[in-house]
């Protein structure tokens, strides 16, 4: 495996110190008793967002299955019976439908994810159609597709994408135990291709792997010292699907994802930070506390690449009953 690269900002207007994070600051962090974590968290996420309104994605899988990899939480690895059929690229039409029905129910963004170790070019022609006919809605638009080549992120540039989503997963230290068919530096090197071209990046990582808590504080430490640290940040708690790996891991204590959002938010203070895999285990009071914690993003829809999410009118009821309120990025800025 290749030697693993930490990034580190040569500036970085994100701390009041400009200075990067690093692991001992970060697991202090999550050491802080709970009441005073969120207290902090909060604090950081009044500056700068407001607090009731949270921004609405949703991720339709327009490939599924058969994929290169051995990432050891995913079902559609090729290394890994765990039932699911391999499928092509979805048609357009199909997109477009989905995405419509999108943003009649209040999502700003559409995810597209495609289950390749990376894309061929023929692939970003057809992907390059989509995002057009998306864009055209008035949508936001998101593709995590796998490891980039030179001159590929440019191609998802010139055809209107917004975002590309490419998540760490974990720690540097934690990653081998994880994942052994691409490395952390093959991560890295896509995150700088698609920031290097103008895009925005969405980056996150999945916490419940059993990993450490300091585990989790180094992946922390890997994103907020990203420069700059991503726009969209999705946390991931695990789906254990059976036929994986991880199928059996011990769950993690829903207080500790709490404190992950908490933490999130107080290193990067201006990332949307996303509910993303495993909502649809959240009870709703841990989900009102992932709010409260900076959470202001949460991917919303029926189904959330190949596992079940919360149905839109669930979500919308409880948001009404927190008092939220769905909003684009745009508006979730706040004033002082």
Known sequence: MNQIQTLTPTTDEHRRNSKAWTVDEVAALFELPFNDLMFRAQQTHRERFDANAVQLSTLLSIKTGGCEEDCAYCPQSAHFDTGLKADKLIPLQEVVEAARAAKANGATRFCMGAAWRSPKDRHLEAIGEMVREVKAMGLETCLTAGMLADGQAEQLRDAGLDYYNHNLDTAPEFYGQIITTRTYQDRLDTLDRVRTVGLKVCSGGIVGMGETRRQRAGLIVQLANLDPYPESVPINNLVQVEGTP????????????????????????????????GREQMPETMQALCFLAGANSM??????????????????????????????????ASTH
């Open 299 to 332: 991917f919303y829809g029926d189904k959330l690449l190949t596992t079940s999410n919360p149905q839109a009118e669930a979500d919308r009821a409880l948001l009404r009953r927190l008092g939220m309120r769905c909003s684009t990025e745009a508006g979730l």
């Open 246 to 277: 991880l199928a059996g891991t011990a769950e993690l204590d829903p207080l500790e994802f709490i404190r992950t959002i908490a933490v999130a938010r107080i290193t990067m203070p201006r990332a949307m930070v996303r509910l993303s895999a």
